[in-house]
């Protein structure tokens, strides 16, 4: 994850802002790094996506609003599912799920991973195949475990021991994974970072307690073990994390064909791969990961001598995370004076950190554009703040904006598909946005936006 980097340089009168950000040559331009495929400004100076003018679907649907770029979606869902065509490919629904993605997620091809119980309401209600769904977590209840055997999900992620004796005393049969840490630290947040040995996931290879697990599950009745399963984190760009994690976790393989007489016959790698928010980051594309991922598996299998297991991953943000915009309306602009003459432009918008906690919870970057006209102003850096009652209610910290940005403009932030909506809160009691499906000229509500009513529903009085 690129984070907002410490150490302002301060002219007299303006801010240069962190050392990586350049004013744009063009501040009306879309960056294609880090907007939908179709998204495009009009020679009227809107902003376009799927066809649909933002504007005449601000005034529909009200604001603020997530737009999701149907054909982008797609367009990325299958370019995994054909970049890793040996793989299966599960698409990692916490990042985001409602019922039409998950039908698109297995129009495409691809399975899918749920984490929760309400995750598995939605995609069994969206009529996903229960086989073509991976269970994942690391608290599943027995009612929860119940639920997902007797719907018949095609793997359960085993997390803890106690879920092994849950998933006995359920009976019948189970295909399960067994999570497990390699010990890595993946470059990324902290937060979000899962194979370092001190955090909540998995089973530890180090301490023995991977090794127990395995023996455990093999010793269950009614529990077929598919393999190994290993999750380093999220947004990560550099595949050296990979490569030690499936080093460390073919290794464990290895040794249940050698102790244990046991081929497993698949493994799982996790998700995990980054995308740009900023012209900073510089993702793979799903070829060049399927290149680099097969080339670690293939050669430390070599040097083991064993067959290489059918493989798997599990990638959420890397679909959904750029098909998405959230569109807002500006309703203030201050300038506030800073020591040394220096003047930050905070823009206000009519969302904030219940729609978007990454910037808050995780110092994530974000950039973003004026969604409704093209200016001829000089570029000015601006912070795009929120409505919450909350000073770190910060959308995007830093971002080159026409200097007449002004009440009434819409500022459209790209890349808010993965764990933006997904994260939502009613915080304030502000009502979650809805996600606006946009192709070909057309709109559809997918979630539509909440109520008062939804807010109230809750209360018992
Ligand atoms: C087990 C597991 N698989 C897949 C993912 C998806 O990660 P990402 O959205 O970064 O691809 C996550 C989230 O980090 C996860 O915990
Ligand atoms: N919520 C995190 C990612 C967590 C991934 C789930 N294991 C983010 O916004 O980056």
Same mark, same amino acid.
Request: include cysteine; charge should be negative.
């Given at each position: 994850m690129t984070t907002h980097e410490a150490g302002w340089a301060h002219a007299a009168g303006a801010l240069a802002g962190p050392s990586w950000l350049r004013p744009p040559e063009d501040v009306n331009a879309l960056h294609p790094l880090l907007w939908s495929g179709t998204a495009r400004r009009a020679d009227d100076g809107g902003v376009e996506v799927g066809g649909v003018d933002l504007r005449d679907l601000l005034a529909e649907h009200n604001s603020p609003a997530y737009v999701l770029d149907e054909a982008d979606f797609r367009a990325r869902a299958r370019a995994f599912r054909d970049a890793f065509k040996d793989y299966d490919v599960f698409y990692a629904g916490k990042a985001f799920l409602c019922t039409s993605v998950a039908r698109w997620v297995q129009e495409e091809g691809?399975? +899918? =991973?749920?984490? %929760?119980?309400?995750? +598995? /309401?939605?995609?069994?209600?969206?009529g996903v195949d229960p086989k073509r769904i991976g269970y994942h977590g690391n608290n599943k209840t027995y009612p929860e475990l119940r639920r997902a055997v007797h719907a018949g999900v095609g793997r359960i992620i085993v997390d %803890?021991?106690? !879920?092994?004796?849950?998933?006995? !005393?359920?009976?019948?049969?189970?295909?399960?994974?067994?999570?497990?840490t390699a010990g890595v630290e993946a470059h990324t947040h902290e937060y979000i970072a899962t194979a370092h040995e001190d955090q909540k996931f998995g089973f530890s290879i180090t301490n023995g307690d991977a090794w127990q697990a395995i023996q455990k599950v093999q010793e269950a009745e009614g529990l077929t073990l598919l393999g190994l399963?290993?999750?380093?984190? %999220?947004?990560?760009?550099?595949?050296?994390?990979? !490569?030690?994690?499936?080093?460390?976790?073919?290794?464990?393989?290895?040794?249940?064909?050698?102790? +244990?007489?046991? /081929?497993?016959? &698949?493994?799982d790698l996790g998700g995990g791969f980054g995308i740009a928010y900023t012209t900073q =980051?510089?993702?793979?594309?799903?070829?060049?990961?399927? /290149? !680099?991922?097969?080339?670690?598996? &293939?050669?430390?299998?070599?040097?083991?001598?064993?067959?290489?297991?059918?493989?798997s991953i599990e990638p959420g943000r890397a679909i959904v995370g750029p098909s998405v915009? /959230?569109? $807002?309306?500006?309703?203030?602009?201050?300038?506030?004076?800073? =020591?040394?003459?220096?003047?930050r432009t905070y823009v206000s918008v009519d969302g904030g950190m219940s729609d978007n906690i990454r910037t808050a919870l995780y110092g994530a970057d974000y950039s973003c554009t004026i969604a409704n006209r093209r200016s001829e102003a000089p570029p000015t850096i601006a912070r795009v703040v929120g409505k919450h009652c909350e000073a770190g209610d910060i959308v995007v910290m830093d971002e080159f904006l026409p200097? =007449?940005?002004?009440?009434?403009?819409?500022?459209?932030?790209?890349?808010?598909?993965? $764990?933006?909506? %997904?994260?939502a809160s009613n915080y304030n009691h502000a009502l979650r946005p809805p996600i606006i499906a946009v192709r070909d000229g057309g709109t559809q509500v997918l979630l539509r936006r909440e109520t008062e009513d939804d807010l109230l529903a809750t209360d018992m009085g």
């Open positions: 691809l399975n +899918l =991973d749920v984490c %929760s119980s309400g995750e +598995l /309401t939605v995609a069994l209600r969206a %803890s021991f106690q !879920e092994i004796d849950r998933l006995v !005393e359920i009976g019948g049969e189970q295909a399960v994974m067994i999570r497990v399963h290993s999750h380093i984190g %999220s947004q990560i760009f550099d595949s050296s994390g990979f !490569e030690v994690a499936a080093r460390r976790v073919l290794a464990l393989h290895h040794r249940v064909s050698e102790e +244990l007489g046991v /081929t497993l016959p &698949e493994l =980051d510089d993702p793979s594309d799903p070829a060049q990961l399927a /290149t !680099e991922m097969s080339k670690i598996v &293939e050669h430390e299998c070599r040097a083991l001598g064993i067959p290489e297991p059918h493989l915009c /959230t569109v $807002y309306t500006v309703g203030t602009v201050k300038q506030v004076a800073l =020591d040394g003459g220096a003047v200097a =007449d940005v002004q009440p009434g403009d819409l500022i459209a932030v790209p890349g808010t598909g993965a $764990y933006c909506r %997904s994260m």
